[in-house]
Nanobody
């Protein structure tokens, strides 16, 4: 059974940091491109950061460049999103995504709220 389980969300003050984790199971993690998306209330889901299966290539939304870092540990079947200098506009549900040659999988999401 395929699972993507996100953790690490929560309430943080502006300027603070959070580290999201997504643990994968049920598929060959190292063969999948991994991404983080987010969806704020009333808005469409958007790509935040992505990393190729090999870990060598990354992509970021302009709004998070220089503040967020995606990484992965293929030995632990885990992808991370380090979020620094958080802003209120980063408030959203963050989803882990795994895209393979045939299938795409989604996690259930973790809430990130940036507020004073």
């Amino acid at each position: 059974q395929v699972q993507l389980v996100e953790s690490g969300g929560g309430l943080v003050q502006p300027g603070g940091s959070l580290r999201l984790s997504c643990v994968a199971s049920g598929f060959t993690f190292s063969l999948y491109d991994m991404s983080w998306y987010r969806q704020a209330p009333g808005k469409e889901r958007e790509l935040v950061a992505a990393m190729r299966d090999s870990g060598g290539s990354t992509q970021y939304a302009d709004s998070v460049k220089g503040r967020f870092t995606i990484s992965r540990d293929n030995a632990k079947n885990t992808v991370y999103l380090q979020m620094n200098s958080l802003k209120p506009e980063d408030t959203a549900v963050y989803y882990c995504n795994a895209r393979g040659p045939i299938r795409t999988y989604w996690g259930q999401g973790t809430q990130v709220t940036v507020s004073s």
